[in-house]
């Protein structure tokens, strides 16, 4: 992750000291970001947008522990993917399940073969990681929806790397073999895509 730029650590300072014009300086660039990997732990648009929320105000409440030399990113995105792991938590123990994901409200033209198929796997993809256990769900979103690297995400959820490498390798075994039941043929032996 990226060292926190001069910029960046006055904005922290004044934002702490309750500038909320320095907050929003902070959080904006970072907004979508927060917003995404919400989404994608949580399911819905409403549980995420409820936990970014949660994010920003947590944020707002404990910016002043902020320490120079942290990763600013690493510390935001790591209180949102918990507060999003944690509303999973809660939303599993009540047994919710969430509403169909933006690929089951799509209308796709008939035509359009390729469309319909992409719509069906972004559907799989979402409804077989979400039935991911959470820490794994966290990680794979991290990496594979994200882009973070394994170390970029050890730090942010304060696990060793090797079990984020761990979380990783059993996820992506778990959705490799759930999304060749579900097309077959579609993957290849060792979920390479066809």
């Known amino acids: ?33 927060i917003f995404r990997i919400a989404l994608r732990i949580v399911g ?46 809660r939303r599993r123990a009540r047994r919710e399940e969430p509403g169909p994901g933006p690929a089951a409200r799509r209308t796709v033209a008939p035509a ?21 256990p959470e820490r794994q769900k966290a990680v794979f979103v991290l990496a594979r929806i994200e882009g973070f690297a394994p170390a970029e995400i050890a730090k942010m959820l304060g696990l060793a790397p090797s079990t984020v490498r761990n979380h990783l390798f059993q996820a992506r075994g778990h959705v490799a073999r759930e999304l060749a039941r579900r097309f077959p043929g579609l993957l290849g032996r060792r979920g390479e895509r066809r």
């Not at 910029?7 to 979508?32: K, N, T, Y």
């Not at 002043?64 to 790591?78: Q, S, T, V």
């Open 44 to 89: 819905t648009r409403e549980d995420a947008e409820d936990v970014a929320q949660r994010a920003c105000l947590r944020l707002w409440q404990t910016l002043d522990r902020f320490r120079a030399g942290e990763d600013l990113d690493g510390w935001i995105y790591r209180m949102v993917t918990n507060l999003a792991i944690d509303a999973l938590r």
């Open 1 to 33: 992750m990226r060292p926190v730029s001069d910029r960046e650590h006055r904005l922290v300072v004044r934002a702490a000291a309750g500038d909320r014009e320095a907050f929003d300086a902070l959080i904006g660039p970072r907004w979508e970001r």
């Open 112 to 132: 359009a073969e390729r469309r319909v198929l992409a719509a069906e796997l972004e559907q799989a993809l979402a409804e077989v990681t979400d039935g991911l």
